[in-house]
């Protein structure tokens, strides 16, 4: 660091301080990163058919060929890079709606956004006939036509997103309230699924309920790369608004006064936390949790920075929601459980110790 | 003339807040408004930063209009301190950063981090810089959203009650530092002001507002107990004990 910038000494000491802070931080970041790589190189070599990570490894790069390649290229890969893509997608949505909506409640699953698509794959299941097959032999085979169920659940999770912002935007309501009108769309969506579910058979009404629970093995190589692309997006675009959110973070005159333009950053900020969830669960169903959890453990570690906040909290729902989803496959293998489930069972209690934990530090 | 006020008028529905409003401030000057509670000193405040539209009226900041400005234009010369701050999980060297957001285009320079370094020597934050924001007095919370404004290097500072939550030592200081920071940078300042004693011993000129409308407008002339009084409608004097003006209810 330069002695003299801006007519103003500098004290060494102090600053290295600051930037020692960083470095830790960028640190806690790189362990993260390699903790959910060692993570994925495991969930991919475990299963029924065992490989060794050393195979796994070799796989990856091409040096083997026969069995191993087609378990890992077709079903093992697909599987853990799509948690991997779900969970950094729904754990930065989580952190970013929390920030713009000033709320720390607010997540995918509170907004209502999961309720909304739940009932759009009921509308398509039981209103459209997409799942009346009469095979009873297989979840998977109860939905006959996964296309229109998956657009069907888009649109609806977008609508409700867009009711939301419309009511912030034209009718006044504040961002902190946004979260109990997500309370009130949820319930409203979960009423209607439930109604259309009363008047149906039984057929049906189970392949509702099998479509809410989240599973990651919906996803194959197309889906990902969808997934991938609007996460991608996504993050990009909320890196970029990395100090704005910060700004946001200190209240909103404070934002104006820093030179942010506060409504146009609520609006993008919810359209693309909500283009995520509406993709992820769609494609793969209901995963509570997740948003919630991950900003809210790294917020604990290494502080609500959003430049940092941002990036650890996808590792850290990679991590989480690859966790779940190896722990679902593994537990009682070779029945696996529905991943969703899982994350609400481990993310309840993490929740709770995190909030006693954080009583006590005050 | 850096900022140029004229014919601003407000209203919140059928409310009229701000009626006619007009004074002007040079550079390295310190105006306080005052005046009751209610009187429109806030929204005055924010309509100088476009945080509230005004209905009628030009705001000129350095011979542009205000209005017109687009909200990273008006940051980059002015300044604004809200009355009501949050405090949130960031630390204190984090949030004074965060005054240099509109001057930085990817992320925080060099240059940036030594400014901030300097910034909390100054308002005696050093010892703080890693401290999260939730973990500190209302005190020194407010020295901190003074302290990023002044990162912010404005040519105009805002401020709205800069002292309310703070102690007459830290009262005295914060002041010293903001008045001090005007005459080296030649920054003007335009503070709400509850404490008149403080406001005459800090300012160079004076806004009484009341009822929506300026009621008096110049240096220390202005402050004479009539004026005083009919501007808060309660009977004073004012004194002069060492050297210094000092306003005393009746």
């Known amino acids: 660091m330069s002695e003299l910038v801006n007519g103003e000494s500098v004290h060494k000491g102090e600053l290295t301080h600051y930037l ?12 993260l990163v390699i903790l959910t790589g060692m993570l994925a190189l ?24 026969g069995h191993a390649e087609i378990i890992i ?3 093992r890969l697909p599987r853990v890079l799509a948690s991997m893509v779900a969970g950094v997608g729904l754990a930065v949505a989580g952190a970013v709606m929390q920030t713009i909506l000033r709320n720390p409640l607010a997540s995918p699953s509170t907004l209502g956004i999961a309720q909304g698509a739940a009932f759009g794959a009921a509308l398509a ?26 657009i069907t659940a888009f649109v609806a999770a977008m609508l409700t997103t867009m009711i939301i912002i419309f009511l912030a935007q034209y009718k006044g309501v504040s961002p902190e309230s946004m979260v109990l009108a997500g309370v009130a769309l949820g319930s409203l969506f979960s009423a209607s699924t439930m109604l259309l579910q009363y008047f149906t058979n039984d057929v049906n009404v189970a392949a509702v309920v099998f479509w809410t629970f989240g599973d990651i093995g919906r996803a194959s190589w197309g889906e990902l790369g969808i997934m991938t692309c609007i996460v991608l997006v996504a993050l990009i675009f909320f890196l970029f608004n990395r100090w704005n959110y910060n700004a946001l973070d200190s209240g909103a005159e404070t934002a104006k006064g820093l030179g942010v333009n506060v409504e146009k950053t609520r609006q993008w ?40 906040l941002i990036p650890a909290s996808g590792v850290m729902g990679a991590l989480l929601l690859l966790a779940a989803d190896t722990l679902s496959r593994r537990i009682i293998a070779p029945i696996v459980l529905p991943v969703g489930a899982i994350t609400s069972f481990l993310g309840a209690p993490l929740f709770l110790y995190l909030l006693i934990r954080g009583a006590k530090l005050r | 003339m850096i900022l140029a006020v004229n014919g601003i008028e407000f209203r919140y529905g059928s409310r009229t807040i701000l009626e006619m409003v007009g004074f002007s401030v040079r550079r390295g000057e310190f105006l306080s408004i005052l005046g009751n509670n209610g009187a429109g000193k806030s929204t005055l405040l924010k309509t100088l930063n ?10 000129l900041l350095d011979g542009q209009e205000v209005t017109k400005l687009g909200r990273l234009a008006i940051a980059l010369k002015m300044a604004y301190v809200a009355q009501n701050f949050e405090s949130c999980r960031q630390t204190v060297f984090d949030a004074v950063l965060l005054g240099r957001k509109p001057h930085i285009k990817w992320e925080a320079t060099a240059a940036d981090l030594a400014l901030v370094h300097g910034i909390l020597a ?48 830290n009262q005295m200081e914060v002041l010293k530092t903001i008045q001090t920071a005007a005459k080296e940078k030649n920054i003007a300042v335009i503070a709400v002001m509850h404490d008149l004693n403080l406001a005459l011993r ?28 009919q501007a808060y409608g309660v009977p004073v004097t004012v004194e002069r004990i060492q050297n210094q003006m000092v306003v005393i209810p009746k």
């Open chain 1, 73 to 75: 290229w077709s079903i």
């Open chain 1, 20 to 31: 020692k802070y960083t470095w830790k931080k960028k640190l806690i970041l790189g362990v």
């Open chain 2, 202 to 229: 800090f300012s160079d000129k004076f806004l009484l507002l009341q009822d929506t409308k300026v009621f008096a407008a110049g240096g220390l002339e202005v402050m004479t107990a009539e004026n005083i009084a």
């Open chain 1, 42 to 65: 495991y969930a991919i070599s475990a299963g029924s058919a065992e490989l060794s990570p050393w195979q796994v490894v070799l796989t990856l790069l091409g040096q083997t060929d």
């Open chain 2, 50 to 59: 476009k945080i509230l539209l005004p209905k009628k009226g030009s705001i």
């Open chain 1, 269 to 308: 900020g919810m359209f693309f936390a909500s283009l995520i969830t509406a993709t992820v669960v769609s494609f793969l169903g209901i995963i509570a949790f997740i948003g919630l959890v991950a900003p809210h453990l790294v917020k604990r570690i290494i502080g609500g920075d959003n430049r940092f």
């Open chain 1, 125 to 150: 299941i039981i209103g459209w006939g997409a799942g009346s097959s009469s095979s009873t032999s297989g979840g998977e085979l109860l939905i006959n036509n996964p296309y229109i169920v998956t």
């Open chain 2, 122 to 169: 100054k308002t005696g934050l050093r010892k703080f810089a890693l401290r999260y924001l939730d973990e500190l007095s209302g005190g020194e919370l407010q020295k901190v959203v003074i302290a990023r404004a002044l990162a912010q290097e404005p040519e105009v500072l805002l401020l709205d009650e800069p002292t309310s939550n703070l102690d007459l030592k």
